[in-house]
Nanobody
Framework: QVQLVESGGGKVQPGESLRLSCTAS????????MGWYRQASENERELVAL?????????KYADFVKGRFTISKDNAKYTVYLQMNDLRPEDTAVYYC???????????????WGQGTQVTVSS
């Protein structure tokens, strides 16, 4: 199994920045990609950014964050970061670190989620 722990949420004003962190533990050798997702109230959870760990593909971003958010990974450990710049009120949501089942090897086939961290953008 895999465990994901996030940190770094908070409340900021429009135009400010935040950085989220997510550290994986457990059978991390089975993780081929890690991503950030978000869920605003009454909305479905949506992909924000995905970092491909094992195949070297460039990161994937949702259109609504391109040019503002950057996903990266610490090469020494299974920690991914989401640098969020120029935050907007519509970015307000609970942000989850996730590992999609199609990007795992040798793990039970289901989504792996962290506990979520609240990001609020408001003046």
């Amino acid at each position: 199994q895999v465990q994901l722990v996030e940190s770094g949420g908070g409340k900021v004003q429009p135009g400010e920045s935040l950085r989220l962190s997510c550290t994986a533990s457990g059978k991390i050798s089975g993780i081929n990609a890690m991503g950030w997702y978000r869920q605003a109230s009454e909305n479905e959870r949506e992909l924000v950014a995905l970092f491909y760990i094992t195949n070297g593909w460039p990161a994937k971003y949702a259109d609504f964050v391109k040019g503002r958010f950057t996903i990266s990974k610490d090469n020494a450990k299974y920690t991914v970061y989401l640098q969020m710049n120029d935050l907007r009120p519509e970015d307000t949501a609970v942000y989850y670190c996730g590992v999609p089942p199609e990007w795992t090897t040798g793990l039970p086939l289901h989504n792996y989620w962290g506990q979520g961290t609240q990001v609020t953008v408001s003046s």
